[in-house]
């Protein structure tokens, strides 16, 4: 079955960088669009990044870009979230997702928590 699996959150300070990983499995990885999708305390989910399926096209929110980098590593089945610049406001539990052909989100997996706080 479909599993996706983040690693890497932890505390940092602000100013400092955190780089998240999700491994996948369960799915042809290099088939499908990848997002990172974040839920900060008491807050509603907010959309941070996506990569098409060959790593080549990155977007980016307002609020993370310029800051943030998302890429894949197909051979791995592994994505990617580098994080530098981090705020408080960065504090959140990130999830990765895969995305649909129609634009959906319909896998996401548990999430890591990065805390940004000095």
């Known amino acids: 079955q479909v599993q996706l699996v983040e690693s890497g959150g932890g505390l940092v300070q602000p100013g400092g960088s955190l780089r998240l990983s999700c491994s996948a499995s369960?799915?042809?990885?290099?088939?499908?669009?990848m997002n990172w999708v974040r839920q900060a305390p008491g807050k509603g989910l907010e959309w941070v990044s996506v990569?098409?399926?060959?790593?080549?096209?990155?977007f980016y929110s307002d609020s993370v870009k310029g800051r943030f980098t998302i890429s894949r590593d197909n051979a791995k089945n592994t994505l990617y979230l580098q994080m530098d610049s981090l705020k408080p406001e960065d504090t959140a539990v990130y999830y990765c997702t895969r995305e649909t052909d129609l634009g959906g989100m319909d896998h996401w997996g548990k999430g890591t928590l990065v805390t940004v706080s000095s």
């Open positions: 990569v098409d399926s060959g790593g080549n096209m990155p």
């Open positions: 369960g799915f042809t990885f290099s088939h499908y669009w």
